[in-house]
């Protein structure tokens, strides 16, 4: 019986020769329908997606800070003046904003916050934000995220003037002031 597998090579060369061929039509369409997402890849980009954290690894692109708490971080993708699109992540909301004011690395095509809660990510303008000092994100600007008003609303402790938007910090000048006005008012 252990012989009909070593002394076989006659019977197996046919049927290989025959899986063989079946192999050269698969590998013409794998060929052709590469080539064509190639193609569609270079002529339509992706659709825009969050970006990829590694967390413990990741580098703030505002503070250099390891990007480790997933509940306050944030991201957007860059479009440069070639026409690359490049993630860039953030520990903090506030790092975002203050990355947006100042950044001249390429026009910014798309904002993610976490949702604090759930840790997904949300665009940012379907984000309900929250700016108190009782939030101890890592870079204390005070900011969290949440999906809907009502989570928000229970974030922010039932204060009304907690609740903000992307569009709102990044208008105000100074995205730290939730922590930089009681510092301010109670020197030490
Ligand atoms: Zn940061």
Known sequence: MRSNSTNAPHDTAVPDARREKGIIPFSWAFLVITS?????????????????????????????????????????????????RVPRVFDDIGCMVKYEQHQKDGKVLAHYVKDYQTNQWLAVEQAVLV??????????????????????????????????????????????????????????
């Open 36 to 84: 064509a997402l190639v193609l569609s890849a270079c002529n339509r980009q992706q659709p825009l997606a969050p970006p990829e954290v590694q967390y413990g690894q990741s580098e703030c692109a505002d503070c250099g800070m390891i990007v480790s708490d997933q509940r306050y971080a944030a991201g957007l993708i860059l479009e440069t003046a070639q026409g690359e």
């Open 131 to 188: 700016h108190r000092q009782q939030i101890q994100s890592p870079m204390g600007y005070g900011l969290a995220a949440a999906g809907s008003r009502e989570d928000a609303q229970k974030l922010a402790a039932g204060d009304a003037n907690a609740l903000t938007d992307f569009a709102t910090l990044l208008r105000d000048d100074k995205p730290k002031a939730a922590n930089a006005d009681a510092a301010a008012s109670t020197p030490q």
